[in-house]
């Protein structure tokens, strides 16, 4: 059914990389989440209140919530696929999250009114009218909430969206709490148990729980979150397949929204080849990631002297010695400028975000162990913060 719409209903379906192909499928998304939860609303609440159940109308009242979030999902695609301007150059797709945000505090909001509503039944229970209209009825709910959780997983995963993944996590929650609304019914039915209040208790908890779940989620894109793993080894294998790569370090990836990240990351190769031979190769990297991963990356040359004799035993000497200090990840742009009374060892040395070692400590270390190579060699060392991970690190 989910693949049905998507070709009816969206163009180019296929092309999921595509920005207008990728806000089709949010607001294809949102369109089916306000007119199945409306649906499923107006059912659940009728039924509920024709029932005496607080339980069944808690759940009816989550699924209009369901609703609102679905017109909130709807705005932020909308909102998100407005072009860069003057004060955003690099463009809105942020708002998909900030919307994801606002859907996860009314979940939140909502919860805690059902909780409420929930503890009055408990002092004040009621005996629930039994039938077998309302049990079809929330079994029709559960196969609904099932489908919705596959759609919009479906469509999340398609177009890469958190947003919909989220939707789709928070349907199958649904699917949850309805199947223990209607537990509550048949035990009431079946076996006189009053369980109908503690069960909106613990429906109106998982609604909460689901609520604060979605917040940490959609929260941690915008704090700036490490890069996918993924990403980076395709980012990582891609620029090494080129013939001329010696290395690569200092990737830095920027995340401003789903379809708008930016990147940057040295690359080392050969002083000795030609500049515009290497400016060349560097140019066609860029433009290689940017049409394989869809992202604006830029390239730092630089340049290593791979002839110089001190270079491998150095690389060596350097490579041994950090292995020695916690929290060192590695080493790179090694550069070695002789001068009159002594010669400079110039290199950076990446550190971990818990790294405790004082930089003075390490300095100290390592021009020891350089002194004792050559006493005319002195370090000069940069220290780096991992931001993303290499595999060679």
């Keep these: 059914m989910g693949n049905f719409l998507f070709r009816a209903f969206i163009k180019d379906y296929e092309n999921v990389k595509e920005p207008a192909v990728r806000d089709r499928y949010g607001k294809l998304a949102g369109v089916v989440g306000i007119l199945s939860n409306g649906l ?35 705005l932020g695609f909308k909102l998100a696929s407005m072009p860069e301007d003057e004060e955003h150059p690099y463009g809105h797709a942020r708002y998909e999250y900030l919307s994801g945000l606002a859907v996860s505090f009314i979940i ?25 209209t309302v049990v079809g009825v929330l079994a029709a709910a559960i196969l609904i909430k099932v489908w919705q959780a596959m759609f919009n997983i479906s469509a999340g995963k398609k ?60 929260i941690s894109p915008l704090l700036g979150e490490a890069p996918d793993s993924e990403l980076v080894s395709q980012i990582e294998a891609i620029t090494m397949s080129y013939e001329g790569v010696l290395g690569i370090h200092d990737l830095a990836v920027h995340n401003y929204g789903p379809g708008k990240i930016f990147a940057s990351i040295h690359i080392e190769v050969d002083a000795a080849i030609d500049v515009m031979i290497s400016h060349d190769l560097v140019d066609n990297i860029e433009n290689c990631l940017k049409d394989e991963l869809n ?10 002297n791979v002839s110089d004799p001190n270079r491998a035993p150095l690389s060596e000497l350097i490579r041994d010695a950090i292995t020695e200090f916690d929290g060192v990840l590695s080493f790179h742009d090694l550069r070695i400028v002789p001068g009159p009374t ?20 390490m300095s100290k270390a390592l021009n ?24 060679h690190e």
Aim: aromatic content about 8%; charged content about 15%.
């Design 40 to 74: 499923l609303c107006v059912m659940k609440v009728v039924v509920g209140l024709l029932s005496g159940s607080i339980a069944i109308v808690a759940d009816g009242i989550n699924n209009l919530a369901d609703a609102s979030s679905s017109v909130i999902t709807l």
């Design 108 to 132: 939140i909001l909502v919860g805690i009114e059902l909780a409420k509503s929930s503890v009055d039944k408990i002092l004040n229970p009621t005996p629930l009218e039994f039938s077998w």
């Design 159 to 218: 177009i890469d969206s958190l947003t919909l993944i989220a939707t789709g996590a928070d349907s199958r929650n649904d699917v949850i709490s309805t199947s223990v609304v209607l537990v509550s019914l048949l035990a009431g039915h079946f076996f006189h148990l009053t369980i109908d209040g503690y069960m909106g208790v613990a429906v109106a908890l998982f609604i909460v729980w689901s609520g604060v779940s979605l917040v940490r989620e959609t």
């Design 295 to 304: 992202i604006n990356i830029t390239a730092h040359m630089d340049p290593v």
């Design 342 to 361: 002594h010669t400079n060892v110039i290199f950076d040395i990446v550190l971990t975000q818990d790294c405790k070692l004082s930089e003075e400590t």
């Design 368 to 391: 020891a162990k350089i002194a004792a190579y050559n006493s005319t060699f002195f370090a000069v060392i940069n220290y780096d913060r991992s931001y993303v991970r290499l595999s």
